[in-house]
């Protein structure tokens, strides 16, 4: 079963960088798409971007200027940072495996905060 | 970006009863549809894949139907640990879309 863990901060600042990674345990990590997706406080779901399993790499185009999505695959790893933020940022940021099809799967969720 | 509108916004039923959650988008997706079920607390899972697929493990009073813009998912018997709020999903073209959600009540 596989099994998703993410981190990063959960506190930042006005202009700050937002950095999340999650970690890809108990299944393969190629040849799957690999998303993020956020859910602001009392909205609905929001996908940010995903790497493919080219290692190409799409985003939404709300976000795409200040987004970066990255693969770590010697560590089963990928990456989310957001430049700038602002309050508007503030949401919880899901890891996902998908979500596509049958293999979808989302990680627990990190709270992230943009408060000055 | 394709819409997807789900209706109702919010539903009180009671156990046992057969509960339906329709999705429209704003074209054709074929069957490149999804369902998720979130629970407070607790990240999302996913119900139902190419708009009519169980996911393993998911009980089969789910299930989907459904192509092109209109879709369905319905519960054949509700169960009190079916409280949670339904989303469906568009995975046809990027920017993947979600429905707006559909928060699910026990009566």
């Known amino acids: 079963q596989v099994q998703l863990q993410q981190w990063g901060a959960g506190l930042l600042k006005p202009s700050e960088t937002l950095s999340l990674t999650c970690a890809v345990s108990?299944?393969?990590?190629?040849?799957?798409?690999w998303s993020w997706i956020r859910q602001s406080p009392g909205k609905g779901l929001e996908w940010i971007g995903e790497?493919?399993?080219?290692?190409?790499?799409n985003y939404n185009p709300s976000l795409k200027s200040r987004v970066t999505i990255s693969i770590d695959r010697s560590k089963s790893q990928f990456s989310l940072r957001v430049d700038s933020v602002t309050a508007a940022d503030t949401a919880v940021y899901y890891c996902?495996?998908?979500?596509?099809?049958?293999?979808?799967?989302w990680g627990p969720g990190t709270l992230v905060t943009v408060s000055s | 970006d394709i819409q997807m509108t789900q209706s109702p916004s919010s539903l009180s039923a009671s156990v046992g009863d057969r509960v339906t959650i329709t999705c429209r988008a704003s074209?054709?997706?074929?069957?490149?549809l999804l369902w998720h079920q979130h629970k407070p607390g607790k990240a999302p899972k996913v119900l139902i894949y190419?708009?009519?697929n169980l996911q393993f493990g998911v009980p089969s009073r789910f299930s989907g139907s459904g192509s092109g813009t209109d879709f369905t998912l319905t519960i054949t018997s509700l169960q009190p640990e079916d409280v949670a709020t339904y989303y469906c999903?568009?995975?046809?073209?990027?920017?993947?879309?979600f429905g707006q959600g559909t928060k699910l009540e026990i009566k």
């Open positions: 790497s493919t399993p080219s290692e190409n790499t």
């Open positions: 074209q054709s997706i074929g069957t490149y």
């Open positions: 996902v495996r998908g979500p596509t099809g049958w293999e979808s799967h």
């Open positions: 190419a708009a009519s």
């Open positions: 999903q568009q995975a046809f073209s990027v920017p993947y879309t």
């Open positions: 108990g299944g393969p990590f190629s040849g799957y798409f």
